[in-house]
């Protein structure tokens, strides 16, 4: 299963425990492919560099650049074509649809309103991470 995180996920799951976490798990365990682009990467290395988030980097004795090599080592990368339109109001959220929409990817995790209130975007599902892992549990139908 193809999955784009938002950067707000994937900061949760590199520094935190719960639902964000096991995703992330998911991810190395081989059960899901973590897609991103490299504007996304771009985005979380300069949100990981921010004086709020310091205190945690220093709990786990990693730096910005050092966590997003362990991030960039559990992603796919790839190159999104713009969106024909602006779908949202931040363009970061925009970065996130027409990377899910390249990789064809069967799911958006994000913790974004903006995202979620779209509840999905050309047939992507877009949800909250602790409901991506129902999701992802649930046998096939």
């Known amino acids: 299963m193809r ?17 964000p ?41 990693v730096t910005p650049p050092e966590l997003l090599a362990v991030y960039r080592q559990l992603v796919r990368v790839v190159l999104p074509a713009s969106l024909p339109a602006p779908v949202t109001r931040d363009l970061d959220d925009d970065v996130v649809l027409a990377c899910a929409l390249a990789a064809k990817a069967e799911a958006i995790v994000s913790g974004d309103d903006d995202l979620l209130s779209l509840g999905s975007y050309a047939n992507i599902p877009i949800l909250r991470a602790a409901a991506f892992l129902i999701r992802l549990r649930l046998p096939p139908p």
């Open 21 to 61: 976490r096991e995703i992330i798990d998911a991810a190395v365990a081989g059960e899901i492919e973590l897609i991103s682009a490299e504007r996304l990467l771009d985005e979380l290395l300069d949100v990981l560099s921010r004086p709020k988030l310091a205190r945690r980097l220093l709990l786990h004795k």
């Open 3 to 19: 999955v784009v995180l938002d950067t707000n996920t994937a900061i949760s799951g590199l520094l935190w425990n719960g639902p």
